[in-house]
């Protein structure tokens, strides 16, 4: 029987020697460090600075050339990519039937105006003796309808000649306006049809334009600057192409879009360069370099702080429990090492600018004295 009774003991002993190891292994648990981080505050300022914008060159004007009649190519006058005057040949397309038609238009024409000469001086001689009572009324009408179907055919006989005239000068295709050509879709010896076939494409080259997204709320600000006539001259508008080459001419603010696009809350406005060397190409991306200055004071914070990430930007904020908290943020225009925040910050925030490799929302920091900038 005593054997019986020592056996219980013996596991609630164990129970306890366990759950006192335990005690001890977290016990000996480090507990997470708080990160070593430096921090600035977020001030106000009267900025001036430079807003980019992404952009896209257009062509002022630009069109697709098709034959409009049905032919085969019997020259072509310009190379691929040329630069073209207005009016000068670019295509020419058999001309040969169409050259016979106009003939034919002319002579039909000559034949109608001869038959209504003739028919003019009878009805002329009737209607004398008409006077006279020499002739019969009715032959006198007669002669008057003959008169009104010769004017008829002499209208038709010119109409004809207007079609083939028009159709013979459509055989020559021109430059409708000065700029570049393509690379031309058809060869010598091809056969087009009227309306459909693409010859080609012209675009004019300079001046040409850019077109760039604006938000909705800063159209007060390109309103003003369109109506600016020094914008040009103080090279407020400039552009970087690709690999961050800074386009040497400056722009002006032409044109903005009638409406708002609803889904982005952006506005389109278009910038014309001049482009005498032909460095602006049509479809090329481009970044629209604003340079302004706020009427009011704005937020800024040290570019350092700012973190991106899928298209987002954000900054790490110190709380009040020695904790960081991440806030996304909208950014405005950088001046030198300094960003303005529109949205996501308040005046004062104090936001972490070096130690933000290991940050995450929530995590324990302590705050130490600026270092040298972080590469």
Known sequence: MNSYKIAPLLLIAAGLAGACGNKQQQ????????????????????????????????????????????????????????????????????????????????????????????????????RKLAEQDAIARQTLDYAETDLNNAEAQVASAKAARVTATTNLNRSTIVAPFSGTIGISQVRTGAL??????????????????????????????????????????????????????????????????RAVDANTGTITVRAVFANPEGLLRAGMNTNVRVRTTSANKQLVVPYQAVTEQLGQSAVYVVTDSSTVEERLVEL???????????????????????????????????????????Q
Not at 205 to 231: E, M
Not at 335 to 351: K, P, Q, T
Not at 361 to 372: D, M, R
């Open 192 to 257: 087009v049809t009227a309306g459909s076939t693409l010859l080609n494409t012209i675009s004019s080259t300079s001046p040409i334009a850019v077109d760039f997204p604006v938000n909705q709320r800063n159209i007060q600000q390109f309103v003003a600057l369109q109506k600016q006539t020094d914008i040009e001259k103080d090279s407020v508008i400039t552009l970087t192409l690709g690999g961050g080459a800074v386009y040497p001419l400056s722009g002006r603010i032409t044109v903005i879009d």
């Open 332 to 374: 405005g225009a950088k001046v030198a090492d300094r960003i303005v925040v529109r949205e996501g910050l308040s005046l004062g925030d104090e936001v972490v600018i070096q130690g933000l490799i290991n940050l995450r929302s929530g995590a324990k920091v302590t705050v130490q004295q600026p270092t040298e900038p972080e």
């Open 27 to 126: 016990a000996g648990r480090p507990q997470a460090q708080a990160i070593p981080v430096t921090t600035d505050v977020v001030t106000e300022e009267i900025v001036a600075g430079i807003d980019a914008y992404p952009g896209s060159v257009v062509p002022l004007n630009e069109t697709d050339l098709r034959a409009e009649v049905s032919g085969y190519i019997t020259a072509i006058f310009v190379a691929d990519g040329a630069s073209v005057s207005k009016g000068q040949k670019l295509y020419e397309i058999d001309r040969t039937r169409y050259e016979a038609a106009a003939q034919q238009a002319e002579a039909s024409l000559a034949i109608a105006e001869a038959n209504l000469d003739r028919i003019t001086r009878d009805v002329a001689r009737y």
